[in-house]
């Protein structure tokens, strides 16, 4: 999961337009949403650093946590930044789902890991 959530922080760097896009943004917020865009890339490929490179399990269980709660701030924040009822359950669905594989994929960790 911290490998793929790096590969999004690239591509949110990479393509920071995707987000106002996606979100079906008024023009006026596009470079509002690019900012934020190209600001989750830069945390997402900081927390997934941690996550694949980390050498302690304390270090990847903190940078699995930190990526579940954001994943929960994300869905909190965006989904008020359309009025589209579509577009809300879309941005929902993307956020809480990467929570909920994030956090599964905590709960195989500590299971592996005998916690």
């Known amino acids: 999961m911290s490998a793929a959530s790096a590969a999004y922080g690239g591509y949110a760097l990479t393509q920071p337009a995707h987000l106002w896009q996606a979100l079906r943004a008024d023009r006026k ?7 934020l ?7 997402d490929l900081a ?3 941690a ?10 269980r903190t940078a699995m946590l930190l990526r579940i709660a ?3 701030g ?16 879309k941005v929902a669905a993307v956020t809480l789902g990467w929570a909920g594989l994030n956090a599964l994929a905590l709960t ?8």
């Open 37 to 43: 865009a190209t600001t989750y890339g830069a945390r």
């Open 51 to 60: 996550g694949v490179l980390g050498r302690r399990p304390d270090t990847v």
């Open 108 to 115: 195989v960790d500590t299971l592996r890991d005998g916690g």
């Open 29 to 35: 917020d596009r470079q509002g949403l690019e900012l």
């Open 74 to 89: 994300d869905c909190a924040l965006l989904s008020f930044r359309t009025h589209d009822p579509a577009v809300r359950r």
């Open 70 to 72: 954001m994943d929960l």
């Open 47 to 49: 927390v997934s650093a």
